[in-house]
């Protein structure tokens, strides 16, 4: 059987093909023969183009559906899919470009400049455009195309995608995902979620990471059920659209700022079957709210980019409660154990590093072995990182909740990782850009509270003797130079950072003292 991940969703297309598949925001209608034919225009002109196997197509673009239909493309002619944040300014792309050296390359047509240079520099061979009102070169070429396209033989075991994921010490590390891991995740969901073919999702994520590309898309596109296509997050739209709505997926973010909108309430979530909430901590506040505000339970889940999705609380109530302020438990055919110090699982309620092991777990960080093996325990798990236990109990203003001993919680992260609007950024790759500033001796990058973004980046800065730091100078600086929402909110200078007797710096210390924005 052929194992492309693509295969699958053709198989699951509705019988009627005319139906449609994507509704956008501007009022097109897409529909599943449209993705057929756009796909296989696209498919062929990546075959014309004689990649070896196994290129990757790199793209940094607007939502569209033309930029959906790139990535199903990608995995129809048999190739592997890289995409990129569209904040990633020159100096990442240069680094992603660099390191994945992928054949094609696909960037809007006002950042084709700087693009087409960096990519030709690393020695990608073609760079296309492609903008979100359907038009570039990409569309151009690809118009010419035959719009039939047999989907390419796969095995299990090959990349279908690569996506980006920052290191806690050196640079980002591409986490390679293959056919299996994708497609054995979304049938799990798709069973697990109940999605059903009338279901209607509104598509508000971006998709260039796994919660919008993979978990949203893949669900909808299983289940053969239509999506509403939004560019990003606008209350407008949420209240335009939910009303035609049965699902929605959103990082906390999200479910905040549905809350501070007035007009949002019961009534117009009344066609809505399921919430779903990950990438970030969904506060158990948000979690009342939003059940007291619609009579709907967030779904709360958990995963990540080497491993898609990994626990999730139910959503048949035969297979148990939505509990807040937990993530849930493992899917089906996915382990998950906690750990401690010395490697030995946890007893229930102990707080220990979580460890997974599944079919979806990736197969390692591209060209780098020895990192891939440190990730990896001796018996073959994978260290996720994050700290949690299983069971336990969740204590709130409401009193104590005892939490059966298969739903996990998530309560911190072993990695130095801030997590700000469902976006990852890690300390390190700050503090490197910030100490190499005129007049800056060194630095600490670190995580505050923020009621709209979960977290807030803050840099605490040392200055030379005799030396002046500008915080507004310093964050427009910043802003030139790294992804928007990398860039610190606040700039607090300093004369010494605290330390441990080891040397270590007491970032604990400095987000007592710098915790309020
Ligand atoms: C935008 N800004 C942010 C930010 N997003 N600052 C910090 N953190 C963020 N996440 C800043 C911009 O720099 C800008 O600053 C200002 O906010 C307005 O920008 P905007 O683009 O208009 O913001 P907005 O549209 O409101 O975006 C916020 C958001 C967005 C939360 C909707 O960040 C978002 O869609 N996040 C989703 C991320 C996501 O999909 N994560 C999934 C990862 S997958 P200035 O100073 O220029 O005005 C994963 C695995 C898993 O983690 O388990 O799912
Ligand atoms: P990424 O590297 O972008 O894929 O981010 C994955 C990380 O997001 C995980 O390792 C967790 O730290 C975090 N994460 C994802 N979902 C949740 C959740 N529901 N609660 C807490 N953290 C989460």
């Known amino acids: 059987m052929n194992a492309n991940l693509f295969a699958l969703f053709e198989s699951r297309f509705p ?18 023969d449209d993705l057929d034919r756009a796909t296989a225009k696209l498919a062929n002109l990546l075959t014309a183009l004689k990649l070896p196997a196994g290129s990757r197509v ?20 048999g190739y592997v899919y890289l995409p990129l944040n569209t904040a990633y300014q020159e100096a990442e792309i240069d680094y992603f470009v660099g390191n994945a050296e992928p054949a094609v ?3 809007s047509s006002n950042n084709f400049g700087w693009v087409s240079k960096v990519a030709f520099r690393h020695g990608t061979a073609h760079v296309f455009t492609l903008d979100d009102n359907r038009t570039g070169s990409l569309l151009q070429r690809a118009a010419v195309q035959p719009d039939t396209f047999e989907t390419v033989e796969c095995a299990d075991d090959d990349l279908a995608a690569i996506l980006y994921t920052s290191g806690t010490t050196g640079r980002s590390k591409g986490a390679m995902l293959t056919h299996r891991n994708l497609a054995s995740n979304a049938q799990t969901l798709n069973e697990y979620w109940g999605w059903r073919s009338d279901d209607v999702l509104l598509h508000m994520l971006p998709i260039f990471h796994v919660h919008g590309l993979f978990v949203a898309s893949h ?18 739209q949420i209240l335009k659209y939910l009303p035609r709505t049965t699902v929605m997926m959103g990082v906390p973010t999200y479910y905040v700022r549905m809350l501070q909108e007035p007009r949002f309430d019961k009534e117009l979530c009344s066609n809505m079957r399921l919430f779903v909430s990950g990438s970030a901590p969904l506060l158990l506040e948000t979690f009342d709210a939003f059940r007291e505000r619609t009579g709907h339970t967030i779904l709360e889940r958990y995963g990540m980019s080497e491993t898609v999705m990994l626990v999730s609380n139910p959503y048949d109530p035969a297979l148990g409660e939505r509990i807040g302020g937990t993530v849930g438990r493992p899917l089906p055919g996915v382990s998950v154990r906690v750990t401690g110090s010395e490697g030995k699982s946890c007893e229930p309620g102990v707080i220990g590093n979580v460890e997974v092991k599944g079919p979806n777990v990736f197969k390692g960080y591209w060209r780098m072995p020895e990192k891939t093996a440190e990730e990896f325990t001796a018996d073959g798990w994978f260290k996720t990182g994050d700290v949690g236990r299983l069971g336990g109990a969740i204590v709130s203003q409401a009193g104590e909740r005892i939490v059966p001993d298969n739903y996990l919680t998530i309560v911190g992260r072993s990695k130095d990782l801030i997590i700000s609007g469902g976006y990852n950024v890690y300390p390190k790759e700050i503090e490197s850009f910030i100490d190499e500033m005129p007049g800056v ?16 980046v803050v840099a605490v800065v040392v200055r030379k003797p005799g030396m002046e730091i ?7 600086t910043l802003k030139g130079r790294i992804a928007n929402f990398k860039v610190p909110k606040r700039v607090h200078v ?23 924005l």
């Open 15 to 32: 019988a009627d093909r005319t139906a449609c598949c994507i509704e956008t925001h501007d009022g097109l209608y897409y529909s599943w």
């Open 58 to 77: 790199a793209v940094q673009v607007e939502k569209s559906p033309e930029a959906l239909f790139l990535y199903l493309a990608t995995l129809r002619a």
């Open 105 to 107: 390359v696909v960037c």
């Open 219 to 236: 669900g909808a596109l299983l289940a053969g059920a239509k999506m509403i296509w939004a560019p990003k997050l606008d209350m407008g």
């Open 441 to 456: 001796v060194e630095s600490a990058v670190i995580g505050v509270p923020h009621v709209d973004f979960g977290e807030a």
């Open 470 to 476: 500008d915080e507004a100078g310093m964050i427009g």
């Open 494 to 516: 300093v004369d010494e950072l605290p330390r441990n007797t080891m040397g270590k710096v007491q970032k604990n210390v400095l987000r007592q003292q710098f915790g309020a």
